[in-house]
Protein backbone atom coordinates (compact mmCIF):
# COMPACT_ATOMS: atom_id res chain seq x y z
CA UNK A 1 0.00 0.00 0.00
CA UNK A 2 1.54 3.36 -1.32
CA UNK A 3 2.52 5.66 2.02
CA UNK A 4 1.67 8.88 0.52
CA UNK A 5 2.69 12.16 1.93
CA UNK A 6 -0.73 14.73 1.29
CA UNK A 7 1.19 17.88 2.46
CA UNK A 8 0.36 21.37 4.36
CA UNK A 9 -3.62 22.40 3.75
CA UNK A 10 -3.79 24.09 0.86
CA UNK A 11 -4.41 27.75 0.90
CA UNK A 12 -6.28 30.29 -1.05
CA UNK A 13 -4.63 33.78 -2.76
CA UNK A 14 -4.58 35.57 0.42
CA UNK A 15 -3.08 32.67 2.42
CA UNK A 16 -5.86 31.36 4.74
CA UNK A 17 -6.81 27.96 4.88
CA UNK A 18 -9.18 26.90 1.70
CA UNK A 19 -12.87 25.60 3.33
CA UNK A 20 -13.80 22.17 2.97
CA UNK A 21 -16.86 22.49 3.40
CA UNK A 22 -19.16 19.91 2.92
CA UNK A 23 -16.19 18.14 2.84
CA UNK A 24 -16.42 16.60 -0.69
CA UNK A 25 -15.06 19.88 -1.85
CA UNK A 26 -11.88 18.92 -0.81
CA UNK A 27 -11.01 16.34 -3.54
CA UNK A 28 -9.60 17.60 -6.62
CA UNK A 29 -7.18 19.00 -4.14
CA UNK A 30 -6.62 15.44 -2.60
CA UNK A 31 -6.33 14.43 -6.22
CA UNK A 32 -3.84 17.05 -7.38
CA UNK A 33 -1.30 15.66 -4.13
CA UNK A 34 -1.75 12.45 -3.90
CA UNK A 35 -3.57 11.26 -7.36
CA UNK A 36 -6.62 10.03 -8.57
CA UNK A 37 -6.46 6.20 -6.62
CA UNK A 38 -8.14 4.95 -3.49
CA UNK A 39 -5.66 5.69 -0.56
CA UNK A 40 -6.47 1.30 0.31
CA UNK A 41 -6.02 -0.68 -2.71
CA UNK A 42 -4.71 1.70 -4.94
CA UNK A 43 -7.30 1.52 -7.90
CA UNK A 44 -8.01 4.41 -10.13
CA UNK A 45 -11.43 5.08 -10.86
CA UNK A 46 -14.76 6.14 -9.10
CA UNK A 47 -13.33 7.70 -5.65
CA UNK A 48 -14.74 9.44 -2.71
CA UNK A 49 -13.32 11.88 -0.27
CA UNK A 50 -12.47 9.18 3.01
CA UNK A 51 -12.43 9.80 6.33
CA UNK A 52 -9.91 8.40 8.11
CA UNK A 53 -11.37 8.79 11.19
CA UNK A 54 -15.07 8.20 10.30
CA UNK A 55 -17.23 11.68 10.48
CA UNK A 56 -19.49 9.87 13.31
CA UNK A 57 -16.88 9.09 15.61
CA UNK A 58 -15.31 12.76 15.30
CA UNK A 59 -17.09 15.34 13.97
CA UNK A 60 -14.94 17.86 14.36
CA UNK A 61 -12.61 16.35 11.81
CA UNK A 62 -15.00 15.99 9.12
CA UNK A 63 -13.79 19.09 7.10
CA UNK A 64 -10.31 18.65 8.32
CA UNK A 65 -7.49 18.40 5.54
CA UNK A 66 -5.43 15.59 7.32
CA UNK A 67 -8.59 13.55 7.93
CA UNK A 68 -9.03 13.45 4.18
CA UNK A 69 -8.19 10.56 1.42
CA UNK A 70 -9.24 8.83 -1.47
CA UNK A 71 -11.50 5.55 -0.88
CA UNK A 72 -12.94 3.28 -3.62
CA UNK A 73 -16.76 1.62 -2.80
CA UNK A 74 -15.04 -1.66 -1.74
CA UNK A 75 -12.68 -0.10 0.96
CA UNK A 76 -15.30 2.56 1.94
CA UNK A 77 -17.92 0.01 2.43
CA UNK A 78 -15.59 -2.09 4.22
CA UNK A 79 -14.40 -0.04 6.35
CA UNK A 80 -17.53 1.76 6.90
CA UNK A 81 -17.02 3.52 10.92
CA UNK A 82 -15.80 0.54 12.59
CA UNK A 83 -12.55 2.63 13.37
CA UNK A 84 -12.70 5.24 16.22
CA UNK A 85 -9.67 6.89 15.78
CA UNK A 86 -6.32 6.24 14.04
CA UNK A 87 -4.78 4.10 17.24
CA UNK A 88 -4.46 0.52 16.60
CA UNK A 89 -4.25 0.98 12.62
CA UNK A 90 -1.18 1.84 9.73
CA UNK A 91 -2.29 4.73 7.77
CA UNK A 92 -0.95 5.43 4.63
CA UNK A 93 -0.38 8.84 4.91
CA UNK A 94 1.66 7.88 9.02
CA UNK A 95 3.13 5.11 8.45
CA UNK A 96 5.37 3.17 5.97
CA UNK A 97 2.46 0.88 4.37
CA UNK A 98 4.27 0.69 1.95
CA UNK A 99 6.66 -1.82 3.40
CA UNK A 100 3.79 -3.65 5.44
CA UNK A 101 2.40 -5.97 2.86
CA UNK A 102 3.85 -8.21 0.44
CA UNK A 103 1.87 -8.13 -3.16
CA UNK A 104 1.93 -11.54 -5.07
CA UNK A 105 1.05 -13.19 -8.41
CA UNK A 106 -2.79 -13.62 -8.61
CA UNK A 107 -3.64 -10.20 -7.54
CA UNK A 108 -2.90 -11.84 -3.60
CA UNK A 109 -1.91 -9.52 -0.93
CA UNK A 110 -0.49 -10.64 2.57
CA UNK A 111 0.99 -8.63 5.50
CA UNK A 112 5.19 -8.87 5.08
CA UNK A 113 6.41 -11.71 7.32
CA UNK A 114 9.57 -9.62 9.02
CA UNK A 115 7.39 -7.15 10.59
CA UNK A 116 7.87 -6.46 14.24
CA UNK A 117 5.22 -7.34 16.65
CA UNK A 118 3.62 -3.90 16.90
CA UNK A 119 3.97 -2.82 13.57
CA UNK A 120 2.50 -6.45 12.82
CA UNK A 121 -0.54 -5.51 14.80
CA UNK A 122 -0.99 -1.91 13.51
CA UNK A 123 -0.77 -3.49 9.73
CA UNK A 124 -2.93 -6.32 10.43
CA UNK A 125 -5.84 -4.45 11.98
CA UNK A 126 -5.75 -2.22 8.86
CA UNK A 127 -5.34 -4.98 6.42
CA UNK A 128 -8.96 -6.35 7.95
CA UNK A 129 -10.54 -2.70 8.24
CA UNK A 130 -10.49 -2.07 4.50
CA UNK A 131 -10.41 -5.99 3.63
CA UNK A 132 -7.26 -5.87 1.91
CA UNK A 133 -6.73 -9.33 1.08
CA UNK A 134 -10.33 -10.31 -0.26
CA UNK A 135 -10.73 -12.84 -2.33
CA UNK A 136 -13.10 -11.02 -4.69
CA UNK A 137 -17.33 -10.98 -5.61
CA UNK A 138 -19.03 -9.88 -8.35
CA UNK A 139 -19.32 -5.98 -6.84
CA UNK A 140 -15.54 -6.32 -5.56
CA UNK A 141 -13.14 -6.51 -8.06
CA UNK A 142 -9.96 -5.49 -6.02
CA UNK A 143 -8.22 -8.78 -6.02
CA UNK A 144 -8.92 -9.28 -10.42
CA UNK A 145 -7.80 -5.59 -10.98
CA UNK A 146 -4.35 -6.35 -8.92
CA UNK A 147 -4.21 -10.09 -10.98
CA UNK A 148 -4.61 -7.95 -14.30
CA UNK A 149 -2.20 -5.29 -13.67
CA UNK A 150 0.01 -7.94 -12.52
CA UNK A 151 0.13 -9.57 -15.96
CA UNK A 152 0.40 -6.07 -17.45
CA UNK A 153 3.44 -5.67 -15.69
CA UNK A 154 5.08 -8.44 -16.50
CA UNK A 155 4.07 -7.67 -19.90
CA UNK A 156 5.53 -4.61 -20.26
CA UNK A 157 8.70 -5.80 -18.07
CA UNK A 158 10.11 -7.73 -21.39
CA UNK A 159 10.75 -5.37 -23.83
CA UNK A 160 12.01 -2.10 -21.73
CA UNK A 161 14.92 -1.80 -23.74
CA UNK A 162 15.37 2.37 -24.08
CA UNK A 163 14.01 5.22 -22.35
CA UNK A 164 11.46 6.40 -24.28
CA UNK A 165 10.29 2.63 -23.56
CA UNK A 166 11.09 3.09 -20.26
CA UNK A 167 9.10 6.43 -20.35
CA UNK A 168 6.13 4.70 -21.72
CA UNK A 169 6.04 1.64 -19.28
CA UNK A 170 5.99 4.67 -16.27
CA UNK A 171 2.74 6.34 -18.24
CA UNK A 172 1.06 3.56 -18.20
CA UNK A 173 1.64 2.36 -14.62
CA UNK A 174 0.40 5.75 -13.59
CA UNK A 175 -2.66 5.40 -15.75
CA UNK A 176 -3.41 2.15 -14.35
CA UNK A 177 -2.92 2.16 -10.84
CA UNK A 178 -1.72 -0.84 -8.33
CA UNK A 179 1.61 1.21 -7.61
CA UNK A 180 2.49 -1.24 -5.18
CA UNK A 181 2.17 -4.24 -8.20
CA UNK A 182 4.55 -2.36 -10.55
CA UNK A 183 6.72 -1.88 -7.90
CA UNK A 184 7.15 -5.59 -6.93
CA UNK A 185 6.85 -7.06 -10.32
CA UNK A 186 10.16 -4.54 -11.06
CA UNK A 187 11.45 -5.88 -7.61
CA UNK A 188 14.90 -5.85 -9.26
CA UNK A 189 14.58 -2.82 -11.53
CA UNK A 190 16.08 0.18 -9.24
CA UNK A 191 15.27 3.16 -11.51
CA UNK A 192 12.00 2.07 -12.96
CA UNK A 193 10.91 1.97 -9.38
CA UNK A 194 12.16 5.47 -8.90
CA UNK A 195 10.13 6.40 -11.87
CA UNK A 196 7.56 4.86 -10.37
CA UNK A 197 7.57 6.67 -6.89
CA UNK A 198 7.90 9.92 -9.21
CA UNK A 199 5.12 9.34 -11.42
CA UNK A 200 2.39 8.68 -8.81
CA UNK A 201 1.79 12.37 -6.94
CA UNK A 202 2.39 12.51 -3.19
CA UNK A 203 4.45 8.49 -2.92
CA UNK A 204 6.75 8.96 0.04
CA UNK A 205 9.80 7.82 -1.76
ZN1 LIG B 1 -10.02 0.77 -2.58
Redesign the pocket.
Known sequence: MRSVDRESWPLDGAGGKISFSPYRKAKPYIVERIGNY??????K?D?HVEHVVPKSKAPSLEEHWENLLL??????SRKDNKNDARAGYMWPDDDRTDRAFEYRSGGRVALNPNLRERERKRAQALFDL?GLGATGSATDS?RSERRRIWELAEEVKVDLKDDKMRNLATKLAAAEGCWSVWMTVFDDDSDMRKRFIAAFPGTRP
Open positions: CSYCERGLGCVNCNVR
